[in-house]
């Protein structure tokens, strides 16, 4: 079955320090793995997503995540965090197999100390 | 601009009582979806339509109707079997195939129940 875990509910990082985000999941076939960020109240806006290629993607606001797939994971990843970074992060996982629908995992809230 | 609208942003409905949620997009996209959201949790899928006049039923479809009659538009309907409608319910859009592209997302729409 497809699902996708995000271990952490709740991360706070301070203001300058640098950031991590996991994502593990379980997919039967060549998975598409995305990062959405949902500012409160607010719809969801894409970050990065990889498909193929280059394991280290790069995505908008300084973003990055790493596709591992012998760990099955995709952690995201941003070296400095700025204070507009608080938000609700969730890692999503899909591909041709499922090719109508992404399975979300539950999300990690990002606090941001100053 | 092009992107995606909901209406209202605020809903509120009494008991036993039908609610349209209103979700409209002018990017020209095929495929578009209904997403619930309750706290602690990831998005799950309501329905979703690949194409005008026809939708398939996601993993939550119980207690909820969709039409697509227009492209651009694909309207929830909150029926009175929904018997915990409460939730942030987004709406959004994709080129082709959820599993292989990007989503964008609306704004969403919060529903009370009085």
Same mark, same amino acid.
């Given at each position: 079955a497809q699902s996708?875990?995000?271990?952490?509910?709740?991360?706070?990082?301070?203001e300058?320090?640098?950031?991590e985000?996991?994502c593990?999941?379980s997919y039967g076939a060549?998975?598409y793995l995305?990062w959405y960020?949902?500012s409160?109240?607010q719809?969801?806006?894409l970050?990065?997503?990889?498909f193929?290629?280059?394991?280290?993607?790069q995505?908008i606001k300084g973003?990055e995540a790493?596709?591992?797939r012998?760990?099955s994971?995709?952690?995201?990843?941003k070296?400095?965090?700025?204070?507009?970074?608080a938000?609700?992060?969730?890692?999503?996982?899909g591909?041709?197999s499922s090719?109508s629908?992404?399975?979300f995992?539950?999300?990690?809230?990002?606090?941001?100390?100053? | 601009?092009g992107g995606?609208?909901?209406?209202?942003?605020?809903?509120f409905?009494?008991?036993?009582?039908?609610? #349209?949620l209103?979700c409209?997009q002018?990017l020209?996209?095929?495929?578009?979806y209904w997403y619930?959201?309750?706290p602690g949790q990831g998005?799950?899928l309501?329905?979703y339509s690949?194409?005008?006049?026809?939708?398939?039923k996601?993993?939550?479809?119980?207690?909820?109707?969709?039409?697509?009659?227009?492209?651009?538009?694909?309207?929830?309907?909150?029926?009175?079997a929904?018997?915990?409608?409460?939730?942030?319910?987004l709406?959004a859009?994709?080129?082709?195939?959820?599993?292989?592209?990007?989503?964008y997302?609306g704004?969403? #729409?919060?529903?009370?129940?009085l």
């Open positions: 996708v875990t995000q271990p952490d509910i709740h991360i706070t990082v301070s300058g320090a640098s950031l985000l996991r593990n999941y060549t998975p995305f960020v949902q409160p109240g719809g969801l806006q970050l990065l997503k990889y193929s290629g280059d394991t280290l993607v995505g973003f790493e596709f591992k012998s760990q994971s995709f952690n995201l990843r070296p400095s965090v700025h204070w507009s970074d938000a609700e992060y969730f890692c999503a996982v591909g041709y090719a629908k992404i399975i995992g539950s999300g990690t809230r990002l606090s941001i100390r100053p | 601009d995606i609208t909901q209406s209202p942003k605020y809903l409905r009494k008991e036993g009582q039908n609610v #349209t209103s409209e002018n020209n996209h095929d495929a578009m619930r959201q309750d998005l799950r309501i329905y690949q194409i005008v006049n026809d939708f398939q996601g993993d939550i479809a119980e207690g909820y109707s969709v039409s697509r009659e227009k492209k651009e538009s694909f309207p929830l309907t909150v029926t009175s929904q018997k915990n409608p409460t939730a942030f319910y709406c859009s994709s080129p082709g195939l959820a599993g292989v592209e990007t989503q997302f704004p969403g #729409t919060r529903l009370l129940v």
